[in-house]
T-cell receptor, first 112, second 112 residues
Framework: NAGVMQNPRHLVRRRGQEARLRCSPM?????VYWYRQLPEEGLKFMVY????????ESGMPKERFSAEFPKEGPSILRIQQVVRGDSAAYFC??????????FGPGTRLTVL | GEDVEQSLFLSVREGDSSVINCTYT??????LYWYKQEPGAGLQLLTY?????DMKQDQRLTVLLNKKDKHLSLRIADTQTGDSAIYFC????????????FGTGTQLKVEL
């Protein structure tokens, strides 16, 4: 039973490029969450999705960031026109219901 | 909103007990969690406690919850070098839409 999978594990982008981060939840899990971890900090909630629906995006920056969880395929976190301040580790978690969230290994984004 | 705080560092000798502390502000938090993060890795869910419990034990791990003081602790018995990691406390507030609020993490160093 595979855990939460994220790819790529490491992503390097130049300023102004787009970053696409993918997350496949655990089998049977329909709830997906994205968190961001800045260096030397804890994780900050970004967005909570269920299949084809954004439930809570209160932690998402208003511009350049978007997320989706289509009916088929992984959840995607998309960052347009990346800036150096977007450099962070982005973690995806999934849950069957709400109280146990299992995390993936993360995608470490570096913006040059 | 919820605020979760932890001390930044803890150093113990191998074989001793470790106690990692956490405070939170939202008394309506329903679940409180402990996650472990090893260098370059994702978060591993260690254990969690429901807010109507005072204590939960799971092998070498003991979680204590003082709801009056909004204080949570994680005790690791017979600490081993493999326990060296960053430990995050997280809270799930009532009506929080399943979004976890994390502390900044406590770096545990186990010395021989």
């Amino acid at each position: 039973n595979a855990g939460v999978m994220q790819n790529p594990r490491h992503l390097v982008r130049r300023r102004g490029q787009e970053a696409r981060l993918r997350c496949s939840p655990m089998k049977g899990h329909s709830h997906v969450y994205w968190y961001r971890q800045l260096p030397e900090e804890g994780l900050k909630f970004m967005v909570y999705l269920q299949k084809e629906n954004i439930i809570d995006e209160s932690g998402m920056p208003k511009e350049r960031f978007s997320a989706e969880f289509p009916k088929e395929g992984p959840s995607i976190l998309r960052i347009q026109q990346v800036v150096r301040g977007d450099s962070a580790a982005y973690f995806c978690a999934s849950s069957l219901q709400g109280n146990e969230q299992f995390f993936g290994p993360g995608t470490r984004l570096t913006v040059l | 909103g919820e605020d979760v705080e932890q001390s930044l560092f803890l150093s113990v000798r191998e074989g001793d007990s470790s106690v990692i502390n956490c405070t939170y502000t939202d008394s309506s938090s329903t679940y409180l969690y402990w996650y472990k993060q090893e260098p370059g890795a994702g978060l591993q869910l260690l254990t969690y406690i429901f807010s109507n419990m005072d204590m939960k034990q799971d092998q070498r791990l003991t979680v204590l919850l003082n709801k009056k003081d909004k204080h949570l602790s994680l005790r690791i018995a017979d600490t081993q070098t493999g326990d060296s990691a960053i430990y995050f406390c997280a809270a799930l507030p009532t009506g929080g839409g399943n979004k976890l609020t994390f502390g900044t993490g406590t770096q545990l160093k186990v010395e021989l």
